[in-house]
């Protein structure tokens, strides 16, 4: 088994407040960031500090999502809707209201652009016309994270009601629910190949899910003290990361769900409040975790046989 060795590489600040989310950009090095100040700051590996503010909402901005096709940057901000931002001209070029209410997460499919909210419902919009479509209500509780499988032609999305609900890309029908954990469902997954769904939840449990076998549990671990807050695989797909309320980051094996590191304050200088959000590049295999304590940390990552 190999052993992992962890330096921090360096400290992004500038937030005013947690920083929630993170989204990579079309280059390895640069990702954005989006926190309860509203802000949403460009950030690159290759040049530590120096961070370029892109928009600042009224309001938290839990998710942030980069749209490859328009090289758009579509921003959640809470109670408001969604914003379209031209992040190279540090300007809105459109926006659309589609709830009073939280947004979770964001993801596009095909022509398609998918909301969580804090309603239970999916919206899914005309991302062209930028025009709703339609709305899927299958819970009253949150709506907390999407996962995309293209291998199946499914989205996975987590809910507060303990549920995971598996739809059709093709026609956003339903074709699986079933109770996940004991608590809200905060981070799903589809491993590298497709073949099962990770999910982590409030309950700090980790569980495997069987894609082929019809979501079956195939694996489950007691993973952290509290709430994993989301799971990032390596690029190699050999390795995930999850993040914690309880402060730490850890790294797991894929393939036997078997932990391998912890990431922690009273070891590695880590995070002092809890960790929300990962990002494992493909920048010298570096991986980016941000964090209620506003700051957002780099690590380096070296796996040793």
Known sequence: MPTVQVHKQHVFTGHHDCVYTLEPAGTDSVFFSGGGDGMIVKWDLTQPNEGDLIARLPNSVYAIHHDKKSNLLIAGHNYDGIHLLDWQQKKEVASLQVTAAAIFDIATAEDDLLVATGEGMIVVIDRINLRIKTRLAPSEKNARVFAINPKSGDI??????????????????????????????????????????????????????????????????????????????????????TASMDKSIKIWKATELKLLKVIDKARHAGH?????KLLWTSYQNQLVSASDDRSISVWDLRFLL
């Open 272 to 276: 002092g409040t809890s960790v929300n």
């Open 156 to 241: 996975a999305i987590g809910f507060s009601d303990n549920y995971i609900r598996v739809f059709s890309l093709r026609d956003y029908k339903l074709k699986h629910e079933f109770v996940a954990h004991d608590n809200s469902v905060f981070t799903l997954s589809y491993t590298p190949d497709h073949n099962y769904l990770i999910s982590g939840a409030r309950d700090a449990r980790l569980k495997a899910w069987d894609v082929q076998a019809n979501y079956s549990q195939a694996g489950e671990v007691v993973a952290h003290l509290f709430a994993i807050n989301h799971i990032a695989f390596s690029p190699s797909g050999e390795h995930f990361a």
